[in-house]
């Protein structure tokens, strides 16, 4: 063991002990001393002298010692980083940092600036401007997607030419028209390079217009419906029909279809129209299904009348079961002048009978006390006005279910007269069924006509005479030989004829449909006239005249057939 020793030359003297094991050299070298001297080292086992050496002494606490650590950090692309140590130690301190154990170059501070760069790369388009096809007046926006290193640049094109001012990633046209169709593309370019999109194509078309939308009805049940629309804009059209809000499976038609309809088809009915632009949906319609009914609300009969044999006749009938039935009868002649009738009787009287049994009478309506319901029932059954003043004749009855006849006799010479009878109460069960006139039938105007009017949501099948020969057998003079029948629809539209109703299989047809309404039977190979027709709701004449412009006294029959 070393226990003293002293530098030798010059040296001063150092007093230490150390605790010494190998080779003093080495250890001493470890320690930092330098060979410069000599050191002769004296204890109590022995003593040498060292090899020639210099001593650098220094105190463990000068030596570096890091005391806050850099610390790991994660950021995006472009994002600048620093990290930071602090470490004690004597001064000066040096600095070396390190990436992957290579020495950055410069970076010899205790703080050192990172900044996190990739290469910049050209324009790539991540979304192309979509295709469109709108309407004329609408607003359009295309847009593109890029990726790439920023900052870009943009122009958009429109069939090859540049757009002035176009210059985002978003091109706004407002209310386009026919001439904003075309072949759009952009350009974006950055400072590495340039991409241009995929061509977008707008189509500038004409949105669908509904013109003629469907209509309401109201319909009998078993009836046939159709609903129709029409539209305009860019062809093609494509239909779709709904019901009660709900697509109608293979209703893709301009028109729907309905077929023999029952109470489940009845509600609101719509439909779209489309095109590649746009769709409209129409109004509403409503379709009411009702039970099958219609009847008899009106009745009447022209002919040439005058005073004792030559008044005009006129038989009806009220049907049914329930409350006795209002009913307007009307006599009237002046009043014919405002239609062009010439010849018209002057001063018409009404007299109203049940089977025999007089009921009540009129002349000259306006000094009726009832006066004021003729007008308003006049009015509410669709009836033209009658002046106050005319000389025409009206009553407002009640009638129970039977039959009814109206005597028309005139107070001051002949003239064409109507009779006319109007249903007061339509919803009511009780019903008008059968009308019937008796006159002298002359040419032009003093043909005898009867008309009558249909109400209701569905047909109605009527019988109507024409009867001359076969009123011999009551004791009737002076009859039309040869009666000819016509049925009009709305007074001009031929609806149906006959001239001798049993040829043609007409005895067959038509004998069990006398027998059904209560009519007299006709005798086969008589000159008589009879027809059946099934008619819509609406307005109805039928004539009857002499062939060959002959004359006679003929009788006219309406009856509804059950």
Do not use: C
Request: no cysteine; proline share 5%.
């Amino acid at each position: 063991m070393i226990r003293s020793g002293s530098w030798g030359g010059n040296a001063s003297l150092v007093r230490s002990a150390y605790r010494h094991y190998g080779t003093p050299d080495k250890r001493y070298q470890d320690l930092g001393f330098r060979p410069a001297r000599t050191l002769t080292i004296s204890g109590a086992i022995s003593s040498s002298d060292s090899p020639a050496f210099s001593l650098d002494l220094r105190t463990a606490s000068g030596l570096p010692a890091i005391t806050t650590q850099p610390s790991s950090q994660t950021v995006p692309v472009g994002q600048s980083v620093t990290f930071t140590v602090v470490a004690s130690g004597t001064a000066p301190l040096t600095y070396q940092w390190r990436k992957d154990g290579t020495a950055i170059g410069g970076a010899t501070s205790s703080a050192a600036s990172l900044t996190v760069t990739t290469p910049a790369t050209a324009p790539a388009i991540t979304a192309q401007p979509s295709d469109q096809t709108v309407g004329v007046g609408t607003n359009v926006t295309l847009r593109v997607g890029v990726s790439g290193t920023a900052p870009f640049t943009f122009q958009w094109r429109k069939n090859g030419a540049a757009i002035a001012g176009a210059t985002g990633d978003t091109l706004t046209l407002p209310l386009v028209t026919a001439a904003s169709a075309g072949s759009y593309t952009v350009l974006v370019t950055n400072a590495v390079g340039s991409a241009t999109s995929a061509v977008a194509v707008l189509a500038v078309i004409d949105l669908p217009r509904i013109t003629t939308p469907p209509v309401d009805q109201a319909v009998a049940v078993g009836s046939n419906v159709v609903f129709t629309v029409v539209a305009s804009g860019t062809a093609p059209l494509r239909y779709q029909w709904s019901k009660d809000g709900r697509a109608i499976a293979g209703a893709v038609n301009a028109t729907l279809a309905l077929t023999a309809v029952t109470d489940a088809d009845a509600g609101i009915y719509s439909v779209a129209v489309t095109n590649a632009a746009s769709t409209e949906t129409s109004r509403t319609a409503t379709l009411v299904v009702s039970p099958a009914a219609s009847k008899i609300v009106n009745l009447s009969v022209r002919s040439g009348a005058g005073a004792g044999n030559e008044t005009l006749i006129v038989g009806f009938v009220v049907a049914g079961q329930g409350a006795a039935k209002p009913v307007l009868v009307r006599g009237i002649g002046p009043s014919l002048a405002q239609f062009g009738v010439t010849g018209v009787m002057a001063d018409p009287e009404l007299t109203l009978y049940r089977e025999s049994i007089f009921i009540q009478s009129n002349d000259d309506w306006g000094m009726s006390a009832l006066a004021d319901q003729i007008a308003a029932t006049s009015a509410a059954t669709g009836a033209f006005p009658l002046g106050r003043a005319s000389k025409d004749a009206a009553l407002r009855v009640v009638l129970q279910p039977g039959s009814y006849t109206v005597n028309m006799s005139s107070r001051a010479g002949t003239g064409i007269a109507l009779v006319e009878a109007y249903d007061a109460d339509i919803p009511a069960l009780t019903r008008l069924v059968n009308v019937s006139a008796r006159s002298f039938v002359d040419r032009g105007a003093g043909v005898l006509i009867v008309g009558f009017a249909i109400q209701g949501n569905t047909t109605k099948t009527v019988l109507v005479r024409g009867i001359g020969p076969a009123l011999a057998p009551f004791g009737v003079s002076g009859t039309l030989v040869d009666p000819q029948l016509v049925l009009f629809k709305e007074g001009s539209e031929v609806v149906a004829t006959n001239d001798d109703w049993w040829r043609g299989g007409g005895a067959l047809a038509l004998a069990p449909v006398f027998s059904a309404v209560g009519a007299f039977s006709l005798v086969s190979g008589l000159a008589d006239a009879a027809l059946i027709a099934t008619l819509p709701p609406g307005s109805y004449t039928a004539q009857v005249k002499g062939a060959g412009d002959s004359t006679g006294v003929a009788l006219i029959e309406v009856y509804e057939v059950p």
